[in-house]
Nanobody, 122 residues
């Protein structure tokens, strides 16, 4: 079993930045991808960004391209999401997830999920 723990959420004003982190307890053969997802009240969970654990190639949702950057620290088993130019519509609970290749921002592709961290832009 893979445990994921997110941190870094908070309340910020529009235009500000925030950095989320996710620590994984371990990786397995079925966790070649790591991703960030978010869910706003009354809306479905949506993909934000995903990255291959090997090679660091990443994919982004159109809504965050140019503003968010996904990265990882292999030595610390940590996944990061740097968010710039935050907007009110970025307000959501953000989840870290792990799953197999290929890396996409589709929620159905991921097997392991964290509990989430709240980001509020207001």
């Amino acid at each position: 079993h893979v445990q994921l723990v997110e941190s870094g959420g908070g309340l910020v004003q529009p235009g500000e930045s925030l950095r989320l982190s996710c620590v994984a307890s371990r990786f397995t053969a079925s966790t070649g991808c790591m991703g960030w997802f978010r869910q706003a009240p009354g809306k479905e969970r949506e993909g934000v960004a995903a990255i291959y654990r090997e090679g660091d190639n990443a994919v982004y949702a159109d809504s965050v391209k140019g503003r968010f950057t996904i990265s990882q620290d292999h030595a610390k088993n940590t996944l990061n999401l740097q968010m710039h130019s935050l907007k009110s519509e970025d307000t959501a609970k953000y989840y870290c997830a792990a799953g197999p290749w290929p890396c996409t921002v589709a929620t159905s592709s991921y097997k392991y999920w964290g509990q989430g961290t709240q980001v509020t832009v207001s």
